[in-house]
Every structure is written in structure tokens, then in C-alpha cells.
């Protein structure tokens, strides 16, 4: 393989990325993207409720005290969870369609 191929390899672009902090403001792009985070503020308000209910569902019945602060919490880790495998996800699917788009002198038999 010769020098010119190696710059323009998807490794060779992967490591210029990583050095030039493209990865985490990729991923914060992505987890921001509106239909994630409307995804998972759908996923945070199920599961928060439901994490509430059984964390502190005594209490919510009866009228006794409530920490706000683990009611915040059951539902900030669930969205956090949601919005990091979604936006890992979304980041896999974008990176295995660029891999397989090789250009088209690549993929010649006999080479």
C-alpha cells in the first residue's frame, strides 16, 4: 500500500479525528440531535415514574416526606442512559456506512 493510500485510509482520518477532539463533539452533536432527546425524555418520564413509584411510593401515598433529590435522579439516569446508547448507536451505524463506502478502484477484481 502506498504512502497517498494510507493518508486517505479510514484509520489514518479516525486518528486525525480522535487527536483533534472530533470524537466528543460528535457525540455531543448527536445526543443532542432533537430525536434523541425527544426519545429519551419519552424513555426518562416512563421509567423515572416508574423508579419513583417504587423507590418512594410509600410515601407518595401516604403523604410522607419526599426527597426531591432521588426523585430528580430517577429520572435524570434514565434519559442519561437513553441519550448515551442511543447516540453510540446512532455513531456505529454512521461509521460502518462510511467503511463500506470504498471507492469505487478499490473493489476491482485482481487487485
Given amino acids: ?17 480522535a487527536r ?25 418520564l416512563v421509567v423515572g415514574t416508574a423508579l419513583n413509584l417504587v423507590n418512594q411510593g410509600e410515601n407518595l401515598l401516604h403523604g410522607g416526606t419526599i426527597s426531591l433529590l432521588h426523585m430528580l435522579l430517577n429520572y435524570l439516569v434514565p434519559y442519561c442512559v437513553a441519550s448515551y446508547s442511543a447516540a453510540k448507536n446512532e455513531i456505529e451505524l454512521r461509521d460502518r456506512d462510511e467503511c463500506e463506502c470504498t471507492p469505487p478502484e478499490h473493489n476491482r477484481p485482481g487487485q
Fill in 1 to 17: 500500500m502506498a504512502l497517498e493510500e494510507l493518508d486517505r485510509s479510514p484509520f489514518h482520518a479516525q486518528a486525525w479525528r
Fill in 20 to 44: 483533534k477532539g472530533y470524537k466528543l463533539r460528535r457525540f455531543i452533536k448527536i445526543a443532542l440531535s432533537r430525536r434523541i432527546v425527544t426519545d429519551s425524555i419519552k424513555i426518562a
